[in-house]
């Protein structure tokens, strides 16, 4: 049996690559990719913790991520197309309108 | 063989996740999202929830992929629009942030500070977790949860709505 260590670790992995696209990458598409990787390796280390302390809490809990996940990308697409809409563009550099 | 399977999906997932944030296009990142969420799904048919498994592919897979091809074939980008990625400097910080996260992390697990040592091994694999006693405690422990996660799907529905309507 594999252990849980290992998922952990498999997990850290792939948020830490996720992290890393939020940080080099300018494409708002690609970060909003990445985003959803985070949170995929995020249920990953839930699952398995769940089976390591043998409840089904921990894939309720996913359950709910998988619910929250949906919401987001619905509401953060939506938003970049209104963004594309006034600033023909999907380049992060170009949304500044808010800043000080 | 167990291992042999998990090592094959981890290396699976890690290299498409690797292709996700280096592809210059947004829709082969989206293809690789895809198959990173695959082999995320059959990682948690080898943890023994193939309900999660099938959750997974159904909604991450199908609807939300669907979602962001959608909207990348809607803004209809042109390869000059993507413009040149961050500056050297800057990317040579990311990669060595990420590297300095992974190895605290990496420690963290290790120092077995999520008390993975103290329950000890795994006694005996546990029976598939079907939807049956998944909705057991949806409905009862975790109804409160559950009737929220409801009026935020509702609220994302309105919102996506009015913000991407042109005139309302």
């Keep these: 049996m594999v252990s849980s260590s290992a998922y952990m670790i498999l997990s850290a992995t792939i948020f830490a690559i996720g992290v890393l696209g939020v940080l080099v990458r300018r494409n708002v598409l690609v970060m909003f990719m990445s985003i959803e990787l ?5 249920n990953l280390a839930l699952v398995a913790l769940s089976r390591q302390l043998g409840s089904l809490d921990g894939q309720v ?5 998988i619910t929250v996940a949906a919401a987001e990308a619905a509401v953060g697409l939506a938003i970049i197309i209104c963004l594309f809409r006034n600033k023909k563009s999907v380049n992060v550099d170009d949304f500044n309108l808010m800043k000080w | 063989m167990e291992i042999l399977i998990f090592a094959i999906l981890a290396l699976v997932a890690v290299s498409c996740s690797i292709l996700v944030i280096s592809q210059r296009s947004a829709v082969s990142s989206a293809l690789f999202l895809i198959a990173t969420m695959v082999s995320i799904a059959m990682l948690f048919l080898l943890l023994n929830a193939p309900f ?14 669907v979602l962001f ?19 050297k400097a800057q990317r040579f910080f990311g990669i060595l942030l990420v590297f300095l996260l992974l190895i605290g992390l990496a420690t963290i697990i290790e120092l077995g500070a999520f008390g993975l040592e103290s329950t000890g091994e795994i006694s005996q694999p546990s029976a598939p977790a079907g939807p049956e006693p998944l909705a057991q405690l949806l409905f009862t422990k975790y109804l409160f949860p559950f009737e929220l996660a409801s009026i935020l799907l509702l609220v994302a529905i309105v919102g996506a709505v009015v913000m991407a309507k042109r005139r309302l």
Excluded: H, S, T
């Design chain 1, 38 to 42: 985070m949170l995929n390796a995020v």
């Design chain 1, 61 to 65: 809990l996913v359950f709910l991520v």
């Design chain 2, 52 to 65: 999660l498994a099938a959750i997974q592919i159904i909604v991450y897979a199908g609807a939300i992929m």
């Design chain 2, 69 to 87: 091809i959608f909207v990348i074939m809607l803004l209809n980008l042109r390869k000059d629009e993507f413009g040149p990625e961050r500056k």
